[in-house]
């Protein structure tokens, strides 16, 4: 089973959320609005999950109607493994990368399980594995394409994951793993969300007009500032570290590997890899940035204006505008059909200290 043959490759930061109460409503309602197929998980068990290889091969597929869309359930062989799919629709489709997916990795000789991979977020950089360890499960747990924790070790045998709900799987892990970019976190919303709804639609307000001018020209980013109540020594900062030292590579379809991440160079700025990652931690501040997109020789970098936000029933969004069109861009797109490219990233305050 393969995937588009294309690099995922992204960084992120973890968070701390300090409203306890907040964001336990939050985890509730992000916990509640994840994809999760237990029951049509249960109902092909025995004939796709824990069936003889021989039977499960043959296995045509099935589609079944969950509370979150359709969904459909197959087998592919990849070699030496095949896969136990669950896939949710989307558009008439059933992308291999869309939140609540489950696949399921299998030894076409024995048919054991040698991993489970559960899709986390609709962009398909995020994931968290499963890897069975004699009585115990290895956890590594991916956002934004960034391997943000690796090895994780919890007492339980896989197979106990395939008949519970996704909440056990997070109240199994929620004491090594910070859920918040994937359930949600009690800074969703708010004055960065009203922001990156004016650009999107064409119609900044006054600081949003200022914040475009300013990644068009940044010598008029004073402008901004000033219109969110800054103080005089707040300068733009530039990103210049990574937040981890492996991505996730999706370049040859499943499973997926990890690969070493590219460093920060002062001449080019960070490699498009790490940028959603930091992104995605941005959010958790509030902030927002002014990305500069080297593009390839002979082409102007382009100019973006991004917002990161976290959205409360769970994960993450990137809004992103061109600051010469003021038009919406599709910044993941655009990293990832410039997968070796660089970007520099200036993170600022976002409006909420605005008067």
Same mark, same amino acid.
């Given at each position: ?13 973890? &968070? ?27 109902? &092909?068990?025995? =004939? ?19 509370? *979150? ?7 592919? #062989? /990849? ?6 799919? &669950? ?6 489709? *059933? ?11 299998? #030894?076409?000789?024995t048919g054991y399980i040698t991993r489970i991979a559960w899709c986390l977020s609709d962009d398909g950089q995020s994931w968290i594995f499963l890897t069975p360890n004699n009585e115990r499960t290895i956890v590594d747990y991916v956002v934004a394409g960034s391997l943000v924790r690796g090895g994780y070790r919890i007492s339980s045998l896989i197979y106990v994951f395939l008949t519970n709900p996704f909440k056990y799987l997070y109240d199994m892990t929620m004491s090594g793993i910070d859920w918040s970019p994937i359930i949600g976190a009690s800074t969703a919303g708010g004055a960065s969300a009203v922001l990156a709804g004016n650009l999107e639609s !064409? ?10 001018? $300013? ?8 402008? *901004? ?9 707040? #300068? ?9 030292? #492996?991505?996730?590579?999706?370049? /040859? ?18 490699? =498009? ?12 501040? $509030? ?28 994960? *993450? ?15 993941? !797109? ?22």
């Amino acid at each position: 089973m393969k995937h588009t043959k294309r690099a995922i490759r992204i960084l992120v930061a973890l &968070f701390f959320i300090p409203f306890a109460g907040a964001a336990a409503q939050d985890v509730s309602d992000g916990l509640k609005a994840f994809p999760d197929f237990m029951s049509i998980r249960s109902e &092909f068990l025995s =004939v796709a999950i824990t069936a003889d290889p021989s039977r499960a091969l043959v296995f045509q597929p099935a589609y079944r109607e969950s509370p *979150y869309g359709r969904v459909r359930v197959s087998v592919a #062989q /990849d070699g030496s493994l095949f896969h136990v799919l &669950f896939q949710l629709e989307r558009n008439g489709e *059933y992308p291999l990368g869309s939140r609540g997916n489950i696949i399921i990795d299998r #030894q076409t000789k024995t048919g054991y399980i040698t991993r489970i991979a559960w899709c986390l977020s609709d962009d398909g950089q995020s994931w968290i594995f499963l890897t069975p360890n004699n009585e115990r499960t290895i956890v590594d747990y991916v956002v934004a394409g960034s391997l943000v924790r690796g090895g994780y070790r919890i007492s339980s045998l896989i197979y106990v994951f395939l008949t519970n709900p996704f909440k056990y799987l997070y109240d199994m892990t929620m004491s090594g793993i910070d859920w918040s970019p994937i359930i949600g976190a009690s800074t969703a919303g708010g004055a960065s969300a009203v922001l990156a709804g004016n650009l999107e639609s !064409g119609h900044p307000d006054t600081a949003g007009l200022a914040l475009v001018r $300013g990644a068009g020209d940044f010598a008029r980013i004073g402008e *901004y500032l000033g219109l969110i109540g800054a103080g005089a020594s707040v #300068q733009p900062v530039e990103e210049v570290t990574a937040k981890g030292q #492996q991505v996730l590579a999706l370049d /040859d379809g499943m499973p997926a590997r990890f690969v070493p991440a590219r460093l920060y160079r002062s001449d080019r700025g960070l490699p =498009v890899e790490s940028a959603a990652g930091i992104l995605v931690g941005g959010a958790a501040t $509030g902030s927002v940035y002014i990305g500069i997109l080297d593009i390839g020789a002979g082409s102007q970098p382009l100019k973006l204006v991004i917002v990161p936000l976290e959205v409360q029933s769970g994960a *993450y969004r990137i809004v992103a505008i061109d600051a010469s069109t003021r038009q919406p861009v599709d910044l993941l !797109g655009l990293m990832a059909r410039h997968a070796s490219g660089w970007i520099r990233l200036f993170r600022l305050p976002g409006p909420s200290t605005r008067p």
